[in-house]
């Protein structure tokens, strides 16, 4: 039977004949058989929730039929979804999600004028009202008893929580701003993470004129300033303090001897300061380098959910966000989307330039020469993998990316191309033993893409190239671990013959 039983007393006391007496609904099994009675607790339009004998009971309603004075209609009820989390974020994001979602099924959304962001959600052909969703602005702190009160359903955040579901809803970058007409034309990690430090009180001392420096940040109980903080390890040592990313980026436009760190999509009339790393190369806040991890202040933006039943609403709408449809929305709202990006490698010219400056004696002209062989006519993948520290394991954003390269080789994405897998190193160590060692990561690749499922004819190619092509600076360890990675390249078969190892 269909039916589904959970209670505090056991899951046998569904069996256990019904006690006789008026009751408020029975329900019996649509196969026949067996049937339980109790008070009705609620309805959600998926399942019953009655006060029985037994003790409190959940009971799907596909496998029953209801009987009695108290049984409810079997359309669904409103569901109230209530999301609470960073402030000048949800505004922002989620109105365009929830509108396409909407506009995807055939339904009317409607937004309401009102602090926050609030909307209504309606069937058109009868008018009846299907979801209300609301939007509050709410600490960290502030979020996670909300959830655990049963006061908001999901959390909008900057950093995952171990007994809470995540569910990607976008992806950003963490980028310094100061004003337009701050003369400095770039800022190197070093001195940017000396800054957030507070140890810095003058713009001299980072390369800039003789006037004083004045940190702005959000408030230190502010998810995005705490991961920010968990970014360097240290707390951000804000001179001046801002509610949400908006008054903290027109605060900064306003001064012209101040800095503050934000989120790509919310500079506005701030200036991105260009990010370089210790060794002065450019690290570039773009859609590939953040959805391929190569900028190191990537940020992804999560739905935290509760260990507990959402409404069939909310739950359609997570599953929604997994769409092409809801990646376009998440992009023309100017946040990066999760969708697989691919660039021609000869775009990238400071990668070329970075290749050239790091030949020497271990990276000669004849590894230089097979390297630009390999990229000529190629495009690059924005699904990278890179590893755990000290391992050969996947790192967990590398397992996602794994399963989406696996899906997308299945459909068929790629027809007409040659796949390669292209492993790179830091340059830490021999030559020799960086080139076996990238090579060994490549593989490790292939092989579990095939215990994924990608059939053999399916494969890519594996080369290797070592240290030949840095994108940082190998004295950080940040750095290095940029430079250890597997990219995936796609080269035309009907244009060239795919790409071979000399």
Known sequence: MRAKFWCAAGFAAFFVPAAAGAQDITL???EGGLEISGTLQGYDGEFYRIDTVYGLLTIDAAGVICDGPAC???TAPKANIRIVGLPGIGESLLPPLIRAFA???GLTYSAVAEDGYRATVSDPKGGALLAEIHFAAATSDEAREDVQAGRAEVILAAMTEPDLGARVLALDAMVPIVAPDNPLPRISTR????VLAGEVGNWAEVGGPDMPLVLHGLRADAALQRALGARLGREVLAQVRHDDVASLAAAVERDPWSIAMTLRAAVAGARSLPLTD???FPLLPSALAVKAED????????LLTPKRRLPLFLREFLTYLETPQAQSAVAAAGWIDRQPERQPLTADGLRLINAIQGAGEETT???LQRLAAAMNGADRLSLTFRFEDGASQLDAHSRDNLADLARLIEVGTFRNHALVLAGFSDGSGAAAANLSLSQVRAEGVLTALAEAGVAAGDLPQVMAFGEAMPMACDETQAG????RRVEVWLKPVFTDTPPTEN
């Open 278 to 280: 210790s060794c002065g």
């Open 72 to 74: 409810p209609d079997l």
């Open 295 to 302: 900028y190191p202040l990537s940020l992804p933006i999560y």
């Open 28 to 30: 019996s099994a649509r």
């Open 365 to 367: 002209l004849a590894d």
């Open 103 to 105: 506009e995807a099924r």
């Open 480 to 483: 290095r671990r940029l430079n």
């Open 191 to 194: 001195d940017l993470a000396r």
